[in-house]
């Protein structure tokens, strides 16, 4: 592979990781806010007892769940573009010489 085509890969990854990185802080903001709603819920179902209350409580647990895979998702997504950026940057190195 030639070096202009390994720094135009390498280009494109970093700014594939940048935005996965910036993406990823969001939906760590947003599942903080929904795993406390869940637990406002599971409370409030607690003390309630009553079927709303309780189907409350699994919506907004569903919907923390839902969260919590597109967050392990991205974090395997920003894994493996750290492992292709690294390897570019490998490559990078061994054509320079």
């Known amino acids: 592979m030639s070096k202009s085509l390994i720094e135009r890969r390498l280009t494109e990854v970093s700014k594939r990781l940048k935005r996965a ?6 939906i760590d903001e947003q599942l903080a806010v929904l795993v406390d709603a ?9 003390v ?4 709303l209350a309780n189907k409350e409580y699994q919506q907004a647990q569903r919907h923390a ?8 998702t991205l974090v395997l997504t920003v894994a ?16 320079s010489h």
Do not use: H, N
């Open 48 to 51: 309630s007892e009553t079927p």
């Open 80 to 95: 493996e573009l750290r492992q292709t950026q690294d390897q570019l940057l490998d490559r990078l190195v061994i054509e």
């Open 21 to 26: 990185r910036e993406d990823l802080a969001v």
């Open 38 to 46: 869940a637990e406002d819920a599971r409370l409030r179902a607690l």
């Open 65 to 72: 769940d839902a969260m919590g895979r597109s967050r392990k």
